[in-house]
C-alpha cells in the first residue's frame, strides 16, 4: 500500500508507547484537586464586577475633596492644620456615619491600634528599647483632634476607636449626595529615627536642621467600596493603606528658607523662588537633562542662616488618592522633563548634601528610566510629576516617594549603596502605578501593590543594566523562602497583618510568579496584553485579587486556576524529580513493521556535561530586537528554531522520509537502514515531589557538545499529578539531561534535576583533598551519597 513508511513507524511506535506508559501510570486515582477551578473561592459575579474581570455596568466608588491649610511650628516640632472635606457618596447606599483614618495615632501611647507580637529576652538593650519596653516616650503622640463641625461651623458628634474615627452624620446621606465637613487638628512630629513610622523629622546634629516628611498627616476618608462596605481595620503599621480619590489644594506654610516637594504641582512658584532659581525652573521645563533649581551651595549657606520668617507653599492635586510632602532648608532641588504619551512629566528629585554626589548624578534619570518603563508595561503615566526625596528610608505616595542613599563623609559611595539606592527609587516611583493609579487595598492585601510593583521594578531593572544584580524577581532568588518548613510560611492570600516574613511573602513571592507566567507559562506576549488590559481595566479604581485573576485569563485565554490555587493560596513548592531514564536505539534490528515490536537497546551511561547559566529574563532581553542592548553578533546563543528558521542550520530529512510513491512492501537491511536512521528514543519518568505543579523544562547535551531544550506545558499533570512519564526521539546520542536549566520554575532541589546523577564529594573526600580528615570520619560508605539511577 502507498504511504510514508518512515512517519507511520515512528508515529506509531511513540503513540503505543506513550499509551502504554499512562496506563501504567495512571492506576485510578491520584488528584490532589490542583487543577479543579477557583470556583466558590472567588466572590460572585455582579453588576458591580463582572466574571471576566472587568468593572461591571454599575460599577462606582466614592470621592472626596481636600483643601487643606497646615503649618509646621520647627521649634517646637508640631503640624498645625485645617481641613474642608466634601465627601461624595457615589454608593446606592444611605449612609448614617463616615469613617476617618487617623494613622498619626500609630505613635500614641494611647490610641494606637494595640497589636502585639510575641518577643523573646533580648541578648542587648539600648536606652531606646528599655523606654519603648516600659511603655514611655519623650511626650505624647497622635493626633490631637480639636474640632469637627460641619459647613457652617456646627459641632459634628464623633468617637477615636484607635487609628480610626467615626463621624455621626446629622441626617443619612443618600445615594448621589455630598457632605461637606470640617476638621481642626494638630500633632507633636514625632523622631522617625528615634520611634519608627513613615513619617516625622530626622534631625542632623552637624548642622542642626531637620529634613521633615510629612505622611498620613491628616485624618483622611476610609473606603466605602461594593466588596467590603467600610474598610476601617486598624492600622497597626504593617498592611498600609485603603483610600479613596479626590482633588487636593494644599497650602503649607514652613520656614522661609525651607524647600517644599509635594504631590501635585505648586501654584506660586514665583512668589518663593529666588529670580535665579525661577529663572532655572523655567528653563528646565524644557531642558534636555538635568538642572539644578536650588543648587548645592544654596542649600549650604541656609542650613548656616535658619531664617525665622515663613512662606506658604501652595499645591493642587488632581484625582489623587492621598497627599504627602518634603520640607527642609538642606534641599538641594533638580528637575529634568519627559514625554509619556505626548504629555510632559516632570522628573525632580530633592536630596541634603550628605547624598548629593549619588542622588545628583542617578536620582532624576532613574525616575526617568522608571516613570517611561512602567508606562510601557502598564499605562500611560497620567500625572505630570514625579519626585524622589532621600529621606534615609522608603516609601511612597501619589507624585513622590522618600529613599535611602547616602554617601560617606569624603563623598564616596560603595557599589552596594549605589545599587540599593537605584533599586529604592525603582520601586518607590513604580509604586506610582500600584497602588496609586492602580488602587487596590493594601490593608487587606499587600500583595496587589507590593508583589505587582516589585514584578515590574524587576522588568524595569532589567533594562536599566542588563547585569543589574536584582534582588527579587527571577525564579532561583525565592527558592530559599519556598523550602522552608510548612509553619514558617502562609500563602500569599494571608492578610497583611498576618504574615510572618513580610518580604519573601508580600514582594518576592508574588513578582517571581508573575515572572514565572510571563516567561514559562503564558509567553511575554500573552502575558504582557493580559497585564496591561488589568492596569487599563483598573486605573484609577479599586480591584479585588479575583479581579486581577479573573482579568488575567479572560484577555489571554489561559485556564490558570491551577497556578492561582497552587502559587497564591497554597505554600506547596516546586520540587520535580528526574527519576530514571530509559533509552533505546531505532536500527534496522530494532524497527519493523509490527504495531508489537518493541526496540530496546541499552547504551552505556554517559559522564553529565556542566552547563553554563544566566536568568532567562536577562537572554531573552539580549535577544530581543526592540530592546536597543540586542545584537545578533553571536549566533550561536540562539535556539535551535532561532537558526533553522534563518538558514543557518541545515536539517538532513532523509532518515526520516521514504519516497511516498513507493509501493514495496519488503524492505531489505540498506532501506531498513535508511529509514531508521539510527534514531534514538528516550523515555523519562518524573515525579512531582514538591506539590506544585509546573511545565517541565528539558535540557539535552549530546555527545558532540551541542544542545537543545524541550518544553512540556504543565497541563501534562493534569491525568496524574505525581508522575509521568514522556518519550522523545532525538536523531543524536544523548550525553546528558537537565531539568529547569534556566532555574525558571523555582525548583527546590537541583540535585534530582539531572541525568546522569552528578556526584557530590563526600566530607571524606573533600577533607582529604585538603590534606586532612574531619575528626571521627568513618571509613564506611557516607549515607549522604546516592545511587546512580537507571
Known amino acids: 500500500m502507498k504511504q510514508s513508511l518512515a512517519i507511520f513507524l515512528l508515529f506509531n511506535l511513540l503513540i503505543?508507547?506513550?499509551?502504554?506508559?499512562?496506563?501504567?501510570?495512571?492506576?485510578?486515582?491520584?488528584?490532589?484537586?490542583?487543577?479543579?477551578?477557583?470556583?466558590?473561592?472567588?466572590?460572585?459575579?455582579?453588576?458591580?464586577?463582572?466574571?471576566?474581570?472587568?468593572?461591571?455596568?454599575?460599577y462606582w466608588q466614592q470621592r472626596c475633596d481636600y483643601k487643606i491649610i497646615c503649618e509646621i511650628d520647627e521649634p517646637n516640632r508640631v503640624l498645625n492644620g485645617k481641613e474642608t472635606l466634601t465627601f461624595y457618596n457615589n454608593s446606592p447606599d444611605q449612609l448614617d456615619y463616615l469613617w476617618l483614618q487617623l494613622d498619626e495615632n500609630q505613635h500614641s501611647t494611647i490610641n494606637n491600634a494595640g497589636y502585639d507580637n510575641s518577643n523573646g529576652m533580648p541578648k542587648q538593650l539600648s536606652e531606646q528599647d528599655i523606654s519603648r519596653m516600659k511603655g514611655k516616650m519623650d511626650k505624647e503622640y497622635g493626633d490631637n483632634i480639636l474640632k469637627v463641625t460641619d459647613v457652617s461651623g456646627k459641632a459634628l458628634n464623633y468617637s477615636i476607636n484607635k487609628t480610626m474615627m467615626r463621624i455621626d452624620l446629622p441626617k443619612a446621606l443618600k445615594a448621589g449626595e455630598k457632605y461637606i465637613f470640617k476638621i481642626e487638628w494638630n500633632y507633636n512630629i514625632c523622631d522617625r529615627m528615634k520611634y519608627g513610622g513613615r513619617g516625622g523629622f530626622e534631625y542632623f546634629p552637624e548642622d542642626g536642621n531637620d529634613i521633615f516628611t510629612m505622611t498620613q498627616w491628616f485624618p483622611r476618608l476610609c473606603v466605602y467600596s461594593d466588596f467590603q462596605g467600610w474598610q476601617n481595620h486598624q492600622f497597626a503599621g504593617t498592611g498600609e493603606f485603603a483610600l479613596i480619590f479626590g482633588n487636593y489644594q494644599v497650602s503649607m506654610t514652613v520656614p522661609a528658607d525651607h524647600v517644599v516637594m509635594a504631590t501635585g504641582e505648586c501654584q506660586n512658584y514665583k512668589q518663593l523662588l529666588t529670580a535665579d532659581q525661577y529663572k532655572r525652573w523655567k528653563s528646565a521645563q524644557n531642558g534636555r537633562d538635568i538642572t539644578e533649581i536650588v543648587t548645592l551651595n544654596e542649600a549650604t549657606q541656609r542650613e548656616?542662616?535658619?531664617?525665622?520668617?515663613?512662606?506658604?507653599?501652595?499645591?493642587?492635586?488632581?484625582?489623587?488618592?492621598?497627599?504627602?510632602?518634603?520640607?527642609?532648608?538642606?534641599?538641594?532641588?533638580?528637575?529634568?522633563?519627559?514625554?509619556?504619551?505626548?504629555?510632559?512629566?516632570?522628573?525632580?528629585?530633592?536630596?541634603?548634601?550628605?547624598?548629593?554626589?549619588?542622588?545628583?548624578?542617578?536620582?532624576?534619570?532613574?525616575?526617568?528610566?522608571?516613570?517611561?518603563?512602567?508606562?510601557?508595561?502598564?499605562?500611560?503615566?497620567?500625572?505630570?510629576?514625579?519626585?524622589?526625596?532621600?529621606?534615609?528610608?522608603?516609601?511612597?505616595?501619589?507624585?513622590?516617594c522618600f529613599n535611602y542613599g547616602r554617601c560617606e563623609k569624603?563623598?564616596?559611595?560603595?557599589?552596594?549603596?549605589?545599587?540599593?539606592?537605584?533599586?529604592?527609587?525603582?520601586?518607590?516611583?513604580?509604586?506610582?502605578?500600584?497602588?496609586?493609579?492602580?488602587?487596590?487595598?493594601?490593608?487587606?492585601?499587600?500583595?496587589?501593590?507590593?508583589?505587582?510593583?516589585?514584578?515590574?521594578?524587576?522588568?524595569?531593572?532589567?533594562?536599566?543594566?542588563?547585569?543589574?544584580p536584582?534582588?527579587?524577581?527571577?525564579?532561583?532568588?525565592?527558592?530559599?523562602?519556598?523550602?522552608?518548613?510548612?509553619?514558617?510560611?502562609?500563602?500569599?492570600?494571608?492578610?497583611?497583618?498576618?504574615?510572618?516574613?513580610?518580604?519573601?511573602?508580600?514582594?518576592?513571592?508574588p513578582a517571581t510568579g508573575l515572572n514565572?507566567?510571563?516567561?514559562?507559562?503564558?509567553?511575554?506576549?500573552?502575558?504582557?496584553?493580559?497585564?496591561?488590559?488589568?492596569?487599563?481595566?483598573?486605573a484609577l479604581k479599586h480591584p479585588t485579587p479575583a479581579d486581577f485573576f479573573r482579568t488575567i485569563e479572560d484577555a489571554s485565554g489561559e485556564d490558570l486556576d491551577w497556578f492561582w490555587r497552587g502559587w497564591f493560596y497554597n505554600t506547596d513548592p516546586v520540587d520535580i524529580s528526574l527519576d530514571s531514564v530509559k533509552w533505546s536505539v531505532?536500527?534496522?534490528?530494532?524497527?519493523?513493521?509490527?504495531?508489537?515490536?518493541?526496540?530496546?537497546?541499552?547504551?552505556?551511561?554517559?559522564?553529565?556535561?556542566?552547563?553554563s547559566y544566566d536568568d532567562i529574563s536577562k537572554i531573552r532581553n539580549r535577544e530581543d530586537k526592540n530592546i536597543v542592548f540586542a545584537t545578533d553578533a553571536d549566533t550561536t546563543l540562539r535556539d535551535f528554531y532561532w537558526r533553522y528558521d534563518r538558514g543557518l542550520v541545515k536539517v538532513d530529512t532523509t532518515s526520516f522520509i521514504s519516497t511516498i510513491n513507493s509501493t514495496t512492501e519488503d524492505y531489505n537491511a540498506e532501506d531498513k537502514n535508511k529509514i531508521a536512521g539510527n534514531v534514538r528514543l528516550y523515555e523519562l519518568s518524573l515525579s512531582n515531589k514538591g506539590g506544585l505543579v509546573m511545565p517541565v523544562i528539558i535540557e539535552w547535551t549530546y555527545k558532540d557538545n551541542t544542545k537543545s531544550v524541550d518544553r512540556i506545558g504543565v497541563n501534562v499533570w493534569r491525568k496524574n499529578e505525581n508522575k509521568i512519564v514522556k518519550t522523545f526521539l532525538k536523531e543524536k546520542e544523548v550525553a546528558s539531561i537537565k531539568i529547569d536549566p534556566y532555574r525558571e520554575t523555582a525548583d527546590i532541589d537541583e540535585k534530582n534535576n539531572q541525568w546522569p546523577l552528578t556526584q557530590e564529594p563526600?566530607?571524606?573526600?573533600?577533607?582529604?583533598?585538603?590534606?586532612?580528615?574531619?575528626?571521627?570520619?568513618?571509613?564506611?560508605?557516607?549515607?549522604?551519597?546516592?545511587?546512580?539511577r537507571e
Open 410 to 468: 569624603d563623598g564616596t559611595y560603595s557599589e552596594g549603596t549605589k545599587n540599593g539606592m537605584l533599586g529604592v527609587v525603582i520601586h518607590e516611583v513604580g509604586h506610582n502605578f500600584f497602588p496609586m493609579i492602580i488602587n487596590s487595598d493594601e490593608r487587606q492585601w499587600s500583595w496587589m501593590d507590593e508583589g505587582l510593583n516589585t514584578f515590574v521594578e524587576y522588568l524595569t531593572e532589567e533594562l536599566w543594566d542588563n547585569k543589574f
Open 586 to 611: 531505532v536500527n534496522r534490528d530494532s524497527v519493523a513493521y509490527n504495531e508489537n515490536d518493541k526496540a530496546i537497546k541499552s547504551t552505556p551511561v554517559a559522564k553529565p556535561i556542566q552547563n
Open 16 to 58: 503505543n508507547n506513550i499509551t502504554a506508559q499512562d496506563i501504567r501510570n495512571n492506576p485510578g486515582s491520584n488528584h490532589g484537586n490542583r487543577f479543579e477551578q477557583l470556583g466558590t473561592i472567588l466572590p460572585t459575579p455582579n453588576e458591580y464586577r463582572t466574571a471576566s474581570g472587568a468593572p461591571g455596568s454599575k
Open 516 to 538: 514565572i507566567l510571563r516567561e514559562t507559562i503564558m509567553g511575554r506576549k500573552s502575558f504582557d496584553f493580559a497585564f496591561k488590559e488589568y492596569c487599563k481595566r483598573w
Open 304 to 400: 548656616k542662616q535658619k531664617s525665622k520668617n515663613k512662606k506658604t507653599w501652595i499645591f493642587k492635586a488632581e484625582n489623587v488618592r492621598d497627599f504627602a510632602w518634603g520640607s527642609s532648608r538642606k534641599f538641594v532641588w533638580d528637575a529634568m522633563p519627559i514625554k509619556v504619551d505626548g504629555k510632559k512629566v516632570m522628573c525632580m528629585s530633592a536630596y541634603g548634601k550628605e547624598a548629593y554626589p549619588l542622588y545628583r548624578k542617578f536620582s532624576t534619570k532613574a525616575i526617568a528610566h522608571t516613570i517611561k518603563t512602567y508606562s510601557q508595561f502598564t499605562i500611560p503615566y497620567p500625572y505630570p510629576v514625579a519626585q524622589s526625596i532621600e529621606a534615609a528610608n522608603g516609601m511612597e505616595y501619589p507624585m513622590i
Open 470 to 509: 536584582v534582588g527579587r524577581g527571577p525564579a532561583y532568588k525565592i527558592v530559599d523562602y519556598m523550602k522552608l518548613p510548612k509553619d514558617q510560611l502562609e500563602p500569599i492570600m494571608t492578610n497583611s497583618e498576618n504574615i510572618i516574613q513580610f518580604g519573601p511573602n508580600a514582594y518576592a513571592k
Open 762 to 788: 563526600t566530607m571524606f573526600k573533600l577533607f582529604k583533598a585538603k590534606g586532612n580528615s574531619p575528626r571521627g570520619a568513618s571509613t564506611g560508605k557516607n549515607p549522604m551519597q546516592r545511587e546512580i
